[in-house]
């Protein structure tokens, strides 16, 4: 009789421990939930092994968002090819037509001769402008074209046959070596290096 007692009395206590183990649990994951402010659902429907980024993402939308994908620099779009190098030229006015200033960078290396000065692209502007009043008809013959990269810029070196004719009808011909120092890794490209010696000419 006294031992059944004192089985009976081991059992209720096991028994009221577990239930204060549990009690104990609930009430520190509600104490949790309080504290987070996030439901019991949210942090119930989570695993074990969640990590503070997954609990985030779940209670608060702080979810990491994926990182973009690269996209490719001007550089890799334009590219220096010859084609499309002297499309985009002869789309700017470069060879005889209503020449676009922008296609220049701000500050350009003037190369005529062999003689270097800085020009500014209004003062390119201007020129051409000028230039146009006394040579109102020009033409531009390709006749040879190559395109490298040279110290991290794109250059297009040309040779062009060049017809001009003067307000007053006078007719001027001659051969042209005109090199291109482009940055292609700016959008858009910018001609900041021109470089024209006069090869022949009549």
Known sequence: MGLNMCLVVRLFAVAALGMATVFT?????????????????KIDSLSEAASLEELECK??????QPSPLPTPSPANVFGCEKGKLIAWLDNHGVYGGQ?????????????????????KRSEIAKEEEDFRKVYPVQSYITKSSSAAVVGGQCVLT??????????????????FRIVFGIRTNVDPPRIVQQYIDVLSGR
Do not use: M
């Not at 609930?26 to 104490?31: D, F, T």
């Not at 200033?101 to 003689?115: A, E, L």
């Not at 040309?158 to 011909?173: A, C, I, T, W, Y």
């Open 158 to 175: 040309q040779r062009l046959d060049v017809h001009k004719q003067r307000s007053n009808g006078k007719e001027v011909f001659g051969t």
């Open 25 to 41: 649990i609930q009430h520190a994951s509600a104490q949790y939930r309080a504290s987070v402010g996030c439901s019991a659902e």
């Open 99 to 119: 020449l676009d200033p922008s296609i220049y960078d701000d500050q350009v290396d003037w190369i005529v001769g062999g003689k270097l000065s800085t020009k």
């Open 59 to 64: 209670c608060f939308n702080r979810c990491p």
